[in-house]
């Protein structure tokens, strides 16, 4: 297991001096920021990236994300020239020593919650999720709460969008999914790229918008698509999490070899269709972080894992979800987790 850490670029309040002091950190997870979707990431940029990082004692073998644009999830005439460009990225990464690329291919939003500061009994605040205030939101107005929200779109072009993907449905999502894929894991096979779908966050669709990377058959289905070693997973604990029939430790098992990065977290259920984010511990919520480091140890994952989304802890303000400590005390709690579990449970 190598621990990460997600690095928002040159704006990140959080520095890669300050990154590599978290004790255990290998790596920074980290994109290319200032180019939209669809379009070519320079070879400078992509290195001056790697630069930074092993300018200070890091990393940079972990991508989050190439963005998938709708033209290819939509499949439209756009799209084959699209899924050429994604695959010269992919290729201009492989060369530049990342070896493990995460994605997602949830339609027009990606991941969605209905309040950014909810507050906690301990003075925290995080970010929660609640599926009666999200559906009373109009997306077309701008009111929804996404921390990771692309908001350039104009109103003709998001109606325009969701109207799209109602027609679409979810079967011819998962074609054009296997369009992308039987396209993209060859290239990245032959240059040692480890591919890794995000799941939908949360998993289960909304407005009317078709969500496929949900549970553990769509997941299955998923990895059959194309059956190569290299197409496979980021396991996002708190994501499939927020559903309680997701049994996360038989994922883990489950998927074995197929999991290249662990998106590891917390969250409490606080109801039908609602929860909110806590610290990372076991005891802080409701997901067995302990069962889960246990099973990927049992199964011998030697892929990355990063700390997910932190609270707003001790007055830092920050990007939702991203801040420094939460985060940071989330990476030590984890290193001790397989720390412990390898040393005796093994
Ligand atoms: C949120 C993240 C997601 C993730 C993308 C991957 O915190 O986990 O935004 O980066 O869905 O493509």
């Given at each position: 297991m190598k621990m990460t850490f997600r690095w928002y670029g040159e704006s990140d309040p959080v520095t890669l001096s300050q990154i590599r002091q978290i004790p255990t950190m290998t790596g920074i997870v980290s994109a290319v920021y200032d180019v939209k979707p669809g379009g070519l990431w320079s070879e400078e940029s992509i290195n001056n990236i790697k630069k930074q990082a092993n300018d200070n004692g890091l990393e940079f073998e972990v991508v989050e994300s190439v963005p998938v644009p709708e033209d290819i999830k939509l499949g439209n005439e756009k799209a084959p020239q699209l899924i050429e460009n994604y695959c010269e990225n992919v290729r201009r990464l492989g060369k530049a020593g990342v070896k493990c690329i995460c994605y997602n291919f949830m339609p027009v939003f990606d991941w969605l919650r209905s309040e950014l500061e909810h507050q906690q009994a301990d003075g925290a605040n995080a970010l929660a999720y609640d599926h009666n205030t999200v559906l009373a939101m109009d997306p077309l107005k701008g009111d929804l709460a996404l921390p990771g929200w692309d908001a350039s779109y104009t109103k003709e072009e998001l109606k325009g969008l969701l109207l799209a993907y109602q027609e679409l449905g979810e079967e011819k999502l998962w074609n054009n999914m296997q369009t992308f894929l039987e396209a993209v894991i060859p290239v990245a096979k032959e240059v040692g790229v480890n591919m890794a779908i995000h799941p939908d966050d949360p998993p289960w669709g909304m407005f009317g918008l078709p969500r496929i990377i949900t549970n553990k058959k769509n997941l299955t289905r998923f990895l059959k698509l194309v059956d190569e070693t290299n197409n496979g997973l980021t396991l996002c604990t708190g994501s499939l999490g927020a559903?309680?029939?997701?049994?996360l430790i038989d994922m883990v098992r489950s998927f074995e070899g197929r999991i290249h990065f662990m998106h590891m977290r917390n969250i409490k259920h606080t109801g039908p269709l609602q929860f909110e984010e806590v610290g990372h511990p076991t005891e802080c919520g409701s997901l067995d972080l302990y069962g889960i480091a246990k099973a990927l140890v049992d199964t011998n994952f030697d892929g990355y894992v990063r700390p997910d989304h932190g609270r707003m802890i001790w007055g830092e303000k920050g990007r939702y979800g991203y801040g420094l400590f939460d985060r940071a005390l989330g990476a030590t709690y984890l290193a001790g987790l397989f720390e412990g579990i390898e040393k005796t449970v093994k």
């Open positions: 559903n309680p029939d997701n049994d």
